[in-house]
């Protein structure tokens, strides 16, 4: 996955072409981007989150406010993308600005 893509909402991803929700055989749903249409080696699936797999059926499409987070395994190191819910992360300064009100 391209490093830029991580912390960018859908609406951001003007250049990738996105599936509808998919749900791999372990009941784990997800989405494909893919920046060439028709070539495998350019699709990316991307995990959605729980919270936005209970919200959302198989051939639905995300909202494109959803955002590509970066997750990362503390044991390996693994990095992968997840999809969230833009109201789910918040950034530092937001959050600061809300507490001095």
Known sequence: MKVELF???LAECKDYHMTAVKENINGNKY????SEPGN???AINI???QRLSDKYDVDEHLPLGAVIQKMT???????WPLLTSA??????AELLEAANG
Request: aromatic share 8%.
């Open 47 to 49: 995990y959605i989150s």
């Open 40 to 42: 495998r080696e350019t």
């Open 7 to 9: 912390g960018k909402t």
């Open 31 to 34: 989405v494909t981007l893919n």
């Open 87 to 92: 109201s789910t992360y918040v950034s530092i």
């Open 73 to 79: 395994d503390e044991e390996t190191g693994e990095e």
